[in-house]
């Protein structure tokens, strides 16, 4: 799923190409993408692009006073063609015809998760948004109080848009091992200390791949958002060699995701479990790093 910095290079390529441009064109391919009927989506042509922002992880286009509110999901992705294209091509769900080029709505896969919100006025686009906290502009102090509002596990409150905005499954795994900081750990055991790294790697992660993509990208309209990147330290590199320490980086699975995280850095050498891996293992599950690498050899 794109998470803030990717979403921050769209808005910001998206920005560039359409402030200003005129809807003409807008056709819905996928019946599942709409989930508003009020304005209409014809209502929304000939109307000017008058800014494009992001609202946690969705891509809002503001038209004048009605906002075009786009969540990529999983699989949604943006293509940006310049010259008017009759077809949308392989997994379009979506295509805008502007003035100046044509933007494709695309969704990969058979499980249409993308949407796509029409709405009038400031207010409809306030209650769109799930309320969490802007990682970028808050203070150490919102931040701390944000997390210790409610008692979760690290994990959850990194990727709750209602406590921290933007963040996901991919950025959560970074953060929590730059901030040396188990998955599992609850938010009420954490010591001011442990907010305070916690805020700083938050910061510098997203900060770090935010300006990351800008320098991939460049002119380019983005093409290859992923949440697996060459260079993450520990998010889809299960098996591998942590970066830091060398141990290899462990996961732990759950519906249809997945915490990596390295044992050495982050849980002291403990191993973490799901419920459904430590039922099934029971006592053969083993604990510790040290556990796991005599397991191999026997």
Known sequence: MPELPDVTIYVEHLERR??????????????????????????????????????????????????????????????????????????GVAMFTFDRGTLVLTEAGTRRRTSMHILAGEAALLDLDPGGLEPLSASLEAFAAALRRERHTLKRS????????????????????????????????????????????????????????????????????????????????????CPDCGAPIQRIVYAENETNYCARCQTGGRLLADRALSRLLRADFPRTLEALEEQKRT
């Open 18 to 91: 359409l402030n200003g441009a005129r809807l003409e064109g807008l056709r819905i391919l996928s019946p599942h993408l709409l989930r508003t009927v009020d304005p209409a989506p014809e209502d929304l042509l000939g109307r000017r692009v008058t800014g494009v922002r992001r609202l946690g992880k969705r891509v809002v286009f503001a038209c004048d006073d009605c906002f075009l509110v786009i969540h990529l999901m999983i699989a949604g992705r943006f293509q940006w063609r310049q010259f008017e294209s009759g077809t949308a091509g392989r997994g």
């Open 158 to 241: 990194l990727t709750d848009p209602r406590i921290l905005s933007g963040i996901g499954n991919a950025y959560s795994d970074e953060i929590l091992h730059r901030a040396r900081l188990s998955p599992l750990r609850q938010t009420h055991q954490l010591e001011d200390a442990d907010i305070a790294r916690l805020f700083v790697a938050t910061r510098a992660t997203l900060i770090e791949w935010t300006d990351r993509l800008r320098a991939e990208t460049g002119d380019r309209f983005p093409k290859r958002v992923t949440a697996f990147r060459e260079g993450m330290a520990v998010h889809g590199r299960y098996r591998q060699p």
